[in-house]
């Protein structure tokens, strides 16, 4: 089948992560990846949830909403702490993924509040914000680190994040919206630089998937997240004397 937008079927949206976007917040990032855009915030807070006191243990949580117009008609602000189950689900996934790799026993009893705010949304808006989260996650942590207040950047590796599905029969890689509204089988992965995995959620939308479309979306997915790993590289580098550093790099794309 002919993609919607002209791409190869193993091929990425033309993605675009930019750092610094807000002046207050101790990490910042948007990233941009094909129509869909999410604006991530990241807050540093002293103290622990109740049941983290005393430990010595640091906490990071996300946030995720979209804003009223985001999509093709308008939505209801999610307010009062009422919210979806989908958003739920999305908040959860972002902070249980970026937590598998950070290190909270070298954060000390603080709090890493990740908010990610969906401006725009044509599919893929909780991978892209995984992707983007972690850009503006590591920017915290190396200002904590410049401030004194840790140590080191306690940081397990990179992190990233993707859709891969299967439409009309055919596997397909990064899905946007119209792709994701007829898949047959929707599947997300993330991982991290090392090809180690964080998450994976596959399901059938009544259909079903054999073993080897299975780990071919897999292996597609991971080959993606490789592509958004090495963007994220240009952004934040490991040296070897001085850690985790920034680059001098404020944006960075592909496609």
Known sequence: MERIDGREPQQLRPTRIQR???????????????????YITVSVQEG??????GTGQGWLTAEYSMLP??????????????????????????GRA????????KLGERTLWVDCDVLQADGGTRTASITGAWVAVVDAL?????RGEIEEVPLKDYLAAVSVGKVEGQLLL??????DSKAQVDM?????????????????????????????????????????????RELVKKDPERGWIKTDRKEVSLG
């Open 142 to 146: 190396i200002k904590l680190k410049e």
């Open 48 to 53: 622990v949830p109740p049941f983290l006191k």
């Open 69 to 94: 117009r985001a999509g093709h008609t308008r939505s209801f602000r999610e307010r009062g702490g009422k919210i979806s189950g989908r958003t739920q689900e999305i908040q959860r996934l972002i």
């Open 20 to 38: 610094d976007v807000n002046i207050y917040a101790e990490g910042s990032a948007l990233i941009e990846m094909g129509n869909t855009k999410v």
């Open 174 to 179: 990064d899905l946007n919206y119209e792709e």
């Open 188 to 232: 997300t992965v993330v991982a991290t630089g090392s090809g180690k995995l964080a998450d994976v959620h596959a399901l059938g939308e009544e259909a079903v998937f054999s073993r080897q479309e299975f780990e071919d979306m897999l292996t597609m997915a991971l080959d993606g997240i490789e592509q958004l790993v090495n963007l994220q």
């Open 98 to 105: 970026l937590r598998s790799v950070v290190d909270l026993s």
